[in-house]
Every structure is written in structure tokens, then in C-alpha cells.
T-cell receptor, first 110, second 112 residues
Framework: SQQGEEDPQALSIQEGENATMNCSYKTSINNLQWYRQNSGRGLVHLILIRSNEREKHSGRLRVTLDTSKKSSSLLITASRAADTASYFC??????????FGQGTRLTINP | SAVISQKPSRDICQRGTSLTIQCQVDSQVTMMFWYRQQPGQSLTLIATANQGSEATYESGFVIDKFPISRPNLTFSTLTVSNMSPEDSSIYLCSGTGNYGYTFGSGTRLTVV
């Protein structure tokens, strides 16, 4: 079963705007990860945030984690056409099995 | 991080046939996994590929339909057997080690 649920399911914005995606999960976690998938291909790891962290930055990406609400958000600032992709949050179930959220399909319009 | 080469990248197959997907990692990985991604959906774990022993399948997936091999620490195969149109999906392998998680580029399977 899927651990996380994400919203929105689809997001379409203009190039240069910021994009925010949210993820909720059900069980306790040690960390939460975000992945990007271009055109149904392989997944690329974007960022990992540990349960004792509240915010983490990587380039134009900002991830927040609220363990009390069991939720995380991914913010992409100054979006570009190349950011068009599906974004998934994922958490570990057991030792090393990753369980993915439903994903957000992001479209950046030129 | 490790690099995983997955092939084929796509295939169109007749129903009732089988397709074997291969994943080769350029370094040893602790664990390897196989996922299915149905059209417009998220990834669902099929099984954990165990080196030298039978794979561990998730609920809803069985060995007869998705036999998996992992003869060594850098290679694994997934076979989709007796295919039907409902098996049309993207299949992805992944590996984990000290570097974290890495995914293959996926196999887009269409069953006609």
C-alpha cells in the first residue's frame, strides 16, 4: 500500500513562478525523500530530509518536514521548463523498502 | 552513486508471451528491488531480489507471474510471464548501498 499521499495531483504554472507540492504519510519515519521522474523514465533522487530536520535546501529546492502533522512539502523556486516532471515523496517501510506517494505531475509553461 | 543499466528500455509484446528485464549495476549493492508503475500511477514494490535465494514478494505479486533472479550482487532479472494487457506498465529496478538509492531508467512494456 502507498505510504504517502500527495497534493496536488497535477500542477501547471508559468515559468519563473514557484511550485509547491505536499506529501502526507501515515507512519513514523526516520527520513523522507523526494524524487523526480521525467516522462515515465527512471527516478532521480532530489533530496532527503531526516526526521530531526525541519527544513532543508538544495539549489532551487526547499523541503520542509512536520513530523507532528506527518507531512512534507517540496518548493521549487524560479521554475524552468526543464522542471516539468512528476515528483514523488517516499519513505522507508521496514529497513530498506521505499514506499512512494501518489506523485504530483508538474507542468511548467513557457 | 551507483549506475544501473536497465534493458530493454521499451517493448511491445503479444499477450501470452513472457519478457525478461535485466538490470546491471556498476558496483555492488546491498539490496535490489523491482517496482511496477501502472499508467498514470505511482510506483508499487513487486519484490526484493535476494542474492542467491528466492525473492521476497509483496502482497498481490507471486513468483509464478514475476520470477526474479539475482545470481550476484550486481545483476538481477525480472520476468513478466504469460502477459496480458493489464501488465502494460513501466517496470523499474533499484539498488541500495552506502550511496543511497539508485533507479534504473525503466522498461516501458506494452502488451497487445
Amino acid at each position: 500500500s502507498q505510504q504517502g499521499e500527495e497534493d496536488p495531483q497535477a500542477l501547471s504554472i508559468q515559468e519563473g513562478e514557484n511550485a509547491t507540492m505536499n506529501c502526507s504519510y501515515k507512519t513514523s519515519i526516520n527520513n523522507l525523500q523526494w524524487y523526480r521522474q521525467n516522462s515515465g523514465r527512471g527516478l532521480v533522487h532530489l533530496i532527503l530530509i531526516r526526521s530531526n530536520e525541519r527544513e532543508k535546501h538544495s539549489g532551487r529546492l526547499r523541503v520542509t518536514l512536520d513530523t507532528s502533522k506527518k507531512s512534507s512539502s517540496l518548493l521549487i523556486t524560479a521554475s524552468r521548463a526543464a522542471d516539468t516532471a512528476s515528483y514523488f515523496c517516499a519513505t522507508f517501510q521496514g529497513a530498506q523498502k521505499l514506499v512512494f506517494g501518489q506523485g504530483t505531475r508538474l507542468t511548467i509553461n513557457p | 552513486s551507483a549506475v544501473i543499466s536497465q534493458k530493454p528500455s521499451r517493448d511491445i509484446c503479444q499477450r501470452g508471451t513472457s519478457l525478461t528485464i535485466q538490470c546491471q549495476v556498476d558496483s555492488q549493492v546491498t539490496m535490489m528491488f523491482w517496482y511496477r508503475q501502472q499508467p498514470g500511477q505511482s510506483l508499487t514494490l513487486i519484490a526484493t531480489a535476494n542474492q542467491g535465494s528466492e525473492a521476497t514478494y509483496e502482497s498481490g505479486f507471486v513468483i509464478d507471474k514475476f520470477p526474479i533472479s539475482r545470481p550476484n550482487l550486481t545483476f538481477s532479472t525480472l520476468t513478466v510471464s504469460n502477459m496480458s494487457p493489464e501488465d502494460s506498465s513501466i517496470y523499474l529496478c533499484s539498488g541500495t548501498g552506502n550511496y543511497g538509492y539508485t533507479f534504473g531508467s525503466g522498461t516501458r512494456l506494452t502488451v497487445v
